[in-house]
């Protein structure tokens, strides 16, 4: 069934083929933009706490990572918030295997982009990368987080049947300016440090970095994971509640 | 089989903002005022049987509609489908009822409309664990008989509103559910395509035994289309057979509408005393006269007619909308198709 979905929002996706001109246009834009203002930067900051040798590494590995935890993000809005749903939701299928359906293609192209962004940073911008299974944790946990964060944000726009995403817009905005995504939070102004320091955003970049940029193991990011995987539990478990109490609410109203 | 058992929904009343503290307050849990859209609703539907249910705009179809699909939980009462509660064993039912939201077409979304007809269709039969040879066949017999065959290979947005519609309509005869809700589904077309899915509706009652209940404002397909009719308003007004009802009510001596062909002018102050609703025009130099009147003045009003020089009366015979006009006691309805006494 989640062939299906590939299949057809495959057809969908090539069918508009300017679009996909439009997007591999900006992507190499994006790319020569941020290697070159990596390039030109230079941030009096201490780089290497934080596993990556320069710079450009840190703000490179900080983009990879960053576009790969937020894959999920929106996902679950749009898909019960979307026009297909109250058809779907009477389907035999199942609501999860809908849920990865529809959002199958979109990961599975994203992931082609960046593991495409990625190579290319490696071939023409010297980036070193390390892949071991602290890296895939790392990446996974983020993602998970993401997807609770994300589940809070779907059950508060359903129950008050808001057109926007004030959840997800506040944490992507935050998640870029404090989180060290471009430069070290350290030369964030002080009064906005602490905001760095509870944004799960931050712990995520840090340990992405030292495992894929510094090729720590999982044993060395342990304790930091750890905090790490109790927040995203209960952020699962609020998410889920805060899903339940809106789609019923929804359902009431 | 579908079972709706004293089915009432009221919704709360709706919030103005939730940035002023009033609204808030009422949002976190002070009770709001209640708007009705169902209440009390009884009936049974028979296997294979197509129900129809009437009502004005507001009345709770749509409402209806969303229970038996759980998207509304009910306030109270219930709603069995096959024997199961449509909201309580969603889980049950999930795939053996299908619903078409004919008068929202937001709910075209479910269609990809930069693919064609035959793979959007493909897709669907296989989310319903249809298997490749079956949906092939079936995609072919549903194109076949909604006159969609030369449509296959066509994406979907290159169609016009109504065979997009009629395209949607093809999916019951693929998926072939158990249970099938039909929401005003011809509202948005001509009368031929009209005519089109109409035998798709009774070919599904007729071949496949599909339980079938169909919501609509077009008295004329309640007609000719449904078994039985339940005629609403949030309660139940009226429920039986088509004919049977405008039978009931012809006795009831509801309004008649005779529409008559004469020579020369027409003083209506003739028809005083006999009925309010009149209205003259004249055509090719022909003065035409539709009159609703009770049939207890049928003699009166052929006694006045003695004085004109009359080519042709019709008796329109009572229908279904007159029934549904009479029992929503809405004398404005009439008058409305009468127009104003001239």
């Known amino acids: 069934m989640i062939k299906a979905f590939v299949f057809i929002q495959k057809e969908v996706f090539f069918s508009r083929r300017f679009d996909l001109l439009l997007q591999f246009i900006s992507l190499g834009l994006n790319i020569l933009f941020i290697g070159i203002f990596a390039k030109l930067i230079t941030i009096n900051a201490n780089i290497s706490q934080y596993g990556t040798p320069n710079y450009l590494d840190y703000l490179l590995i900080g983009s990879i990572i960053h576009n790969l935890v937020f894959l999920p993000r929106g996902s679950i809005s749009s898909f019960v918030l979307g026009r297909i749903f109250p058809v779907l939701y009477n389907s035999p299928a199942s609501l999860t295997a809908i849920f990865i359906g529809i959002n199958a293609w979109r990961i599975l192209w994203n992931l082609g982009l960046t593991l495409i962004i990625t190579t290319i940073y490696v071939i023409f911008f010297g980036l070193t990368i390390h892949l071991n299974f602290g890296v895939v944790i790392v990446i996974l946990s983020g993602v998970l987080l993401i997807f609770a964060l994300d589940l809070f944000s779907a059950g508060f726009r359903i129950a008050t049947k808001a057109t926007q995403d004030p959840l997800n817009w506040f944490f992507n905005i935050t998640a870029q300016l404090v989180s060290g995504l471009y430069f070290p939070p350290e030369a964030l102004p002080k009064w906005l440090q602490p905001l760095s320091k509870i944004h799960p955003e931050t712990y995520i970049l840090q340990m992405g970095r030292l495992t894929m940029g510094g090729g720590y193991s999982l044993r060395q990011i342990l304790p930091d994971l750890t905090n790490m995987l109790v927040i995203t539990i209960v952020m699962l478990l609020l998410g889920y509640l805060m899903f339940s109490w809106g789609f019923n609410k929804a359902r009431e109203n | ?342």
């Open chain 2, 1 to 342: 089989m579908i079972e709706s058992v004293n089915l009432t929904k009221y919704y709360p009343s709706p919030i103005k903002s939730l940035f002023d503290l009033k609204s808030l307050r009422d949002f976190l849990g002070k009770p709001r005022e209640k708007i009705p859209a169902l209440i009390d609703l009884n009936f049974k539907v028979k296997e294979g049987e197509i129900f129809g249910l009437l009502g004005p705009n507001g009345a709770g179809k749509t409402t209806f509609c969303k229970i038996a699909n759980a998207l509304v939980i009910p306030t109270r009462g219930n709603l069995y489908i096959n024997g199961y509660d449509s909201v309580k064993e969603h889980d049950k039912i999930k795939g053996r009822i299908f619903t078409i939201f004919g008068g929202e077409r937001d709910l075209f979304g479910l269609f990809q409309w930069r693919v064609s007809v035959e793979k959007n269709l493909k897709f669907i039969a296989e989310l319903w664990g249809i298997s490749k040879v079956e949906a092939e066949k079936r995609i072919n017999y549903a194109l076949e008989l909604l006159n969609l065959k030369d449509k296959r290979n066509e994406w979907y947005q290159k169609l016009s509103a109504g065979m997009r519609q009629k395209v949607y309509l093809a999916l019951p005869l693929i998926i072939q559910p158990e249970a099938l809700i039909l929401d005003e589904p011809t509202v948005y077309l001509d009368v031929f395509t009209r005519r089109e899915v109409w035998n798709a509706i009774l070919e599904l009652s007729k071949e496949f035994r599909t339980t079938i209940i169909l919501t609509t404002h077009n008295l004329n397909e309640a007609e000719v289309l449904c078994d039985r009719v339940l005629i609403f308003n949030e309660k139940k007004i009226a429920e039986g057979k088509p004919k049977e009802l405008v039978e009931k009510f012809q006795a009831l001596k509801i309004d008649r509408k005779l529409l008559i062909k004469l020579k020369g002018k027409v003083e209506v102050d003739d028809f005083t005393g006999i009925t309010e609703k009149i209205k003259v025009y004249t055509q090719n130099g022909f003065t035409y006269l539709e009159i609703y009147i009770k049939q207890d003045y049928l003699k009166d009003i052929l006694t006045v007619l003695t004085n004109y020089d009359v080519i042709d009366i019709q008796n329109e015979a009572v229908t279904l909308e007159d029934v549904f006009a009479h029992v929503r006691s809405l004398d404005s309805y009439v008058n409305s198709k009468v127009g104003k006494k001239s």
